[in-house]
């Protein structure tokens, strides 16, 4: 699958520390990196809207990553899907009569534009699950012949549809920490279906479904044809293009359960090995008048209509930045404002010919990146040096320049 254009990243006196992020699964801060060679596996999206504010601070977040350890010397191999196969994406094509692969093309093109205006460097590997197809059959073929797995007549229809047995994976809840009754409360409303008719739990997870009247569907070289589960895509494609265990998996915190847990769990069975990802990242939600940002609720404040009104986008990643990304927020008017201002405001200093010398602020940003990726305590650093170079001037020649490429090198804010 194509992916969108990489922004230039100039070269910036000296080199970053070892970056230390805060893991979900231990609730510890732990190094992003253990080798030369770092896989990052982000979970891309469903395509069926365009990109809302709480898409852009996951990828503005883990673009932030990438950016801190590729500047502490490290080889980023960046991994991001696309499930451009799921319900929803069926639903809204049927509501619209269109077809599904013309819709999800559409949203797949605008998340690229978006992406490109905020400067996110975009993946090494972006793969779509309909690319994917053959590699995520085999991998539920593997399950089934090691006995991981078990097929349930679809009853509906001919054919069968086949799910993991949870009761084999004893490092089940290791991701999220949940206990049975947390992930019972949100299991429906996130995918998963407990109210199967023979399962042998409740929260077993899907893996293959066979063909319904009205869906797509693929050959299956055991079971027939059918589609994936949402959550073996990820499985399957991190193992062909990652490497399991790779680094950090990333991704909104509504990932953590089920959709992170039953990829570990998957690759456990797949494998054989306890370890999927050394480290878990999430992203907090990200509101608008009073609840979570999301497409079902259609309460979306979009990057693309931002854009159309005239919003300039290293504002829009400003304001993404002056938020902690593990503690949730809520989208107002006022906010985009204090982050234009504060573009205004970093551009006037940045245009002048002298300044106060930069080191400061260059280490500044780069201790905040590597202490758990502090972006607000990043601008902060940026914010001070502004604030000196406006208020009492400097005579340093090439602070500013140095800072300006600093700003764009680790925070992707083109100065």
Wanted: hydrophobic content about 40%; proline content about 6%; glycine content about 10%.
């Amino acid at each position: 699958m194509k992916s969108w254009p990489a922004p230039f990243i100039p070269a910036i006196p000296g080199h970053g520390p070892d970056v230390r992020v805060h893991d979900t699964a231990t609730g510890r801060l732990l190094d992003a990196a253990d080798a030369e060679r770092v896989g990052l596996y982000v979970c891309g999206i469903t395509p069926y809207d365009a990109t809302h504010l709480g898409h852009a601070a996951t990828y503005v977040t883990f673009d932030l990553l990438g950016r801190a350890l590729r500047d502490a010397g490290h080889q980023v191999v960046y991994v991001q899907n696309v499930t451009d196969i799921d319900d929803p994406l069926f639903e809204r094509a049927t509501r619209e009569g269109v077809s599904w692969q013309d819709l999800g093309d559409g949203e797949i093109a605008l998340f690229r534009e978006d992406m490109t205006a905020l400067a996110v460097i975009p993946p090494d590997r972006y793969i779509g699950v309909v690319e994917s197809i053959d590699s995520i059959s085999a991998a539920v073929a593997d399950l089934l012949a090691s006995g991981a797995a078990y097929a349930l007549p679809a009853g509906d229809v001919a054919g069968t549809d086949v799910y993991l047995d949870l009761a084999q994976r004893p490092g089940f809840g290791a991701v999220s920490g949940w206990n049975r009754t947390q992930m019972q409360q949100v299991y429906a409303d996130r995918g998963g279906d407990p109210e199967r008719g023979g399962k042998r739990d409740a929260l077993d997870p899907l893996l293959w479904r066979a063909a319904r009247p009205g869906e797509p569907a693929w050959p299956h070289p055991v079971r027939g044809a059918g589609r994936p589960g949402w959550h073996i895509e990820c499985t399957a494609i991190a193992r062909d293009h990652l490497g399991i265990p790779f680094a950090v998996q990333g991704g909104g915190t509504d990932l953590v359960f089920p959709h992170h847990e039953m990829s570990a769990v998957q690759s456990e069975g797949l494998t054989g090995g306890s370890t999927y990802a050394r480290c878990y990242v999430h992203q907090a939600m990200v509101g608008y008048h009073g609840e979570k940002m999301s497409k079902s609720k259609g309460n979306l404040v979009k990057v693309s209509v931002l854009r159309r009104d005239g919003v300039d986008p290293m504002a829009i990643r400003l304001l993404l930045l002056a938020h902690d990304h593990r503690s949730p927020w809520e989208y107002t008017p006022e906010l985009l404002t204090a982050a234009q201002s504060r573009l205004a405001r970093w551009r006037e200093a940045l245009s002048v010919t002298t300044g106060p010398a930069a080191d400061e602020a260059l280490h500044g940003i780069r201790a905040a990146l590597a202490d758990g990726l502090d972006s607000p305590a990043a601008l902060a650093a940026v914010d001070q040096w502004v604030e000196q170079c406006l208020t009492a001037g400097g005579e340093d020649q090439a602070g500013p320049g140095i800072l300006a490429r600093a700003c764009d090198a680790l925070l992707g804010v083109r100065v």
